[in-house]
């Protein structure tokens, strides 16, 4: 009997370690994902302010163009970083518009007639996969809905057993009348 509760005592106190040490692992990786938004968003200033330096004459509009995707490109990946602080995970949606933006910047950089046949059919059979990616993103049941599967199930269960343990006391208060 002490060694069943014994080694009972010991699998709870492993159990804690490893949660302890997940808890501190996932501290760890949000950290790193904070320093990385600090990152792109300084980038972000020293790109806003290159932009700036471009419109001044003599205007290149090529620059200029490719400056305003790319800070688009650099908002959506900051967009994509706050998205995982806030709910733990990669929106795929916004990683797939990512895509999408980055391979157009190049189309339009780089200019159509200058890419080699091969690639622009690859990147158009690209694109269309990253098309049908969005499309049926819309039809997958939203999974962290800010809604935690786990959570909900554990707290079904602290549901029953409160509601179990109010009719135990109740039963019980009847029973002293009685």
Request: hydrophobic share 55%.
């Amino acid at each position: 009997m002490y060694e069943s509760i014994k080694q009972s005592s010991s699998q709870r106190n492993s159990w804690l370690n490893l949660n302890r040490i997940v808890n501190i692992l996932e501290i760890i990786q949000d950290a790193i994902v904070i320093c990385l938004c600090l990152g792109l968003f300084s980038f972000m200033v020293l790109q806003l302010y290159s932009m700036v330096l471009s419109l001044l004459p003599p205007v290149q509009f090529q620059i200029v163009t490719a400056d305003i995707l790319s800070l688009l490109i650099w908002v959506e990946l900051f967009r994509l970083l706050i998205i995982y602080l806030k709910e733990q995970r990669i929106s795929i949606g916004v990683a797939v518009e990512v895509a999408i933006v980055s391979v157009l910047r190049e189309f339009i950089v780089r200019g159509v007639l200058e890419i080699a046949a091969t690639q622009v059919l690859a990147t158009c059979a690209f694109l269309l996969v990253l098309g049908m990616l969005m499309v049926i993103r819309v039809w997958l049941p939203p999974t962290f809905d800010g809604i935690d599967p786990e959570h909900a199930v554990s707290q079904r269960h602290q549901q029953r057993a409160t509601t179990k343990k109010a009719e135990t006391n109740g039963n019980h208060a009847i029973l002293a009348k009685n």
